[in-house]
C-alpha cells in the first residue's frame, strides 16, 4: 500500500473561497502530481512537481498553483473557488521507475 | 487524437469467462506502459506495469506490442470482484507525468 494522504476527504464550500488541499506522501518520492477527475471522465494533469522548489503546469489549464517547500508535502491553492472548479482531485507521487500511487482524493463541491 | 485511446465499454462478462481489453497510443517514443483499477468514486490503483516481454500476475496478463502501438490486458476466470474500470497509462519521452485512458468498464456478472 502506498503511504501518500490527503485531506480534507470532502469540502463543501461557497464561491469566493480560499482553499487549501493538501497531499502528504512518507515514501521519500521526488516526483509528485495533481490530477483532476469528474464523474466517468479521464484523468486530466493539472500541476507536477519533480522536486522542491519545482513545479509545472500539466495538461489541462487550472487556475490553481502549487508549492512545494518540502519533499513529503505538495498543497493545491485555489484563491477564490468557483461552482466550475467542483470535481475531484488526486494527488500522486511516484517512484523511480514512474510507477505513479495515488492518494484517496479530495471531492471538492462549489456551491 | 488523443494520446492514449480506450474502448470505454461497459464489457459485461458472466464470472469464470476471459476478458481482454486494449489500449492505444499516439506517441511511438513512449517508454513505459501500466495498467491501473479504479473503483467507483475511488482513486486509481496500480495493477501492473507493462513490459516489452509481457508479463504475468496471477488471473492478469499484460502485453506490449510497439509496432502497432498498443497495450493488452488480459483477465482469465474473472471474479465479481474484477468488477472496476481499468485504466491504461503511458509515460512520454522526456518526462515522469502519465497520459491516461479514459478507462473501459468491466462489470462481471453472476
Known amino acids: 500500500e502506498a503511504d501518500i494522504y490527503q485531506t480534507p476527504r470532502y469540502l463543501v464550500i461557497g464561491t469566493g473561497k480560499k482553499i487549501t488541499l493538501e497531499c502528504s506522501q512518507t515514501?521519500?518520492?521526488?516526483?509528485m502530481y495533481w490530477y483532476q477527475q469528474d464523474p466517468g471522465m479521464e484523468l486530466h494533469l493539472i500541476h507536477y512537481?519533480?522536486?522542491?522548489?519545482?513545479?509545472e503546469k500539466g495538461d489541462l489549464s487550472s487556475e490553481s498553483t502549487v508549492s512545494r517547500i518540502r519533499t513529503e508535502h505538495f498543497p493545491l491553492t485555489l484563491e477564490s473557488a468557483r461552482p466550475s472548479h467542483t470535481s475531484q482531485y488526486l494527488c500522486?507521487?511516484?517512484?523511480?521507475?514512474?510507477?505513479?500511487?495515488f492518494g484517496p482524493g479530495t471531492r471538492l463541491t462549489v456551491t | 487524437r488523443k494520446e492514449v485511446e480506450q474502448d470505454p465499454g461497459p464489457f459485461n462478462v458472466p464470472e469464470g469467462a476471459t476478458v481482454a481489453f486494449n489500449c492505444t497510443y499516439s506517441?511511438?517514443?513512449?517508454?513505459?506502459f501500466f495498467w491501473y483499477r479504479q473503483d467507483c468514486r475511488k482513486e486509481p490503483k496500480l495493477l501492473m506495469s507493462?513490459?516489452?516481454s509481457g508479463n504475468e500476475d496471477g488471473r492478469f496478463t499484460a502485453q506490449l506490442n510497439r509496432a502497432s502501438q498498443y497495450i493488452s490486458l488480459l483477465i482469465r476466470d474473472s471474479k465479481l470482484s474484477d468488477s472496476a474500470t481499468y485504466l491504461c497509462?503511458?509515460?512520454?519521452?522526456?518526462?515522469?507525468?502519465?497520459?491516461f485512458g479514459k478507462g473501459t468498464s468491466l462489470l462481471v456478472t453472476p
Open positions: 512537481s519533480y522536486g522542491v522548489n519545482s513545479t
Open positions: 497509462a503511458v509515460r512520454a519521452v522526456g518526462g515522469y507525468a502519465l497520459n
Open positions: 500522486a507521487s511516484s517512484d523511480p521507475g514512474a510507477e505513479q500511487y
Open positions: 506517441n511511438s517514443a513512449s517508454q513505459s
Open positions: 515514501m521519500g518520492h521526488d516526483k
Open positions: 507493462v513490459y516489452s
